[in-house]
């Protein structure tokens, strides 16, 4: 079983939707958990951590389940700049060790 | 959020030449840098861990001669493609850890993509 894996998709979505990604990890003792965000060609951004009691950041929700070992963020009225590939990403391990990332969600919001 | 700063942004050289990309922390100490590598429609592939004053742990099928790291302070280490061939070719991202506080968060450089003709 892969550390972090991700639905590849492509999801396309119309402007103005709500689109849920899911992410599970196979470490049950993992640390921490974020969502970073990557452009094209681009460097990947953080996004927002996720915390336990689940938290939110505008158009964007974050979910963590350490019962089953996913994670979810959720993105409500989707614009077209939403267009991008989502990493999940965990601290498997405790320590100073890197982080591990999925293989992203590529999501494309079509006007 | 902290700014890691990598430079060059783009390279193209011929085969055969070394190729040196250098990823600095520009507002926080990193004793932890990272450095990826990703190709076209790729996930990030973890190249190696840059240890300050220390050597580098190499990944499973990474070659450390090939591939220099340096982490001589704690803002700067760089990435040393030594004898590039078109086979390297790829974009090359660093990373550095804030740490302290609770953080675990990595903050990436802009990257380099490399082209080596």
């Known amino acids: 079983r892969k550390e972090v894996e991700q639905d590849p998709g492509p999801f396309n979505v119309p402007e103005g939707a709500t689109v849920a990604f899911n992410c599970t990890y196979s470490n049950s003792a993992s640390q921490s958990f974020f969502w970073y965000r990557q452009d094209c060609r681009k460097e990947p951004k953080l996004l927002m951590s996720v915390y336990s009691s689940g938290n939110e950041d505008g158009r964007f929700t974050a979910q963590l389940n350490r019962a089953s070992q996913y994670i979810s963020l959720l993105i409500r009225d989707s614009k077209l700049s939403d267009s991008a590939t989502y990493l999940c990403v965990v601290n498997i391990r405790p320590g100073n060790t890197p982080l591990v990332f999925g293989k992203g969600t590529r999501l494309s919001v079509i006007a | ?117």
């Open chain 2, 1 to 117: 959020g902290a700014v890691v700063s990598q430079h060059p942004s783009w390279v193209i050289c011929k085969s055969g030449t070394s190729v040196k990309i250098e990823c600095r922390s520009l507002d926080f100490q990193a004793t932890t840098m990272f450095w990826y590598r990703q190709f076209p429609k790729q996930s990030l592939m973890l190249m190696a861990t840059s240890n300050e004053g220390s050597k580098a742990t190499y990944e499973q099928g990474v070659e450390k001669d090939k591939f220099l790291i340096n982490h001589a302070s704690l803002t700067l280490s760089t990435l040393t493609v030594t004898s590039a061939h078109p086979e390297d070719s790829s974009f090359y991202i660093c990373s550095a850890r804030e740490a302290g506080g609770g953080k675990n968060i990595q903050y990436f450089g802009a990257g380099t993509r490399l082209s080596v003709l």
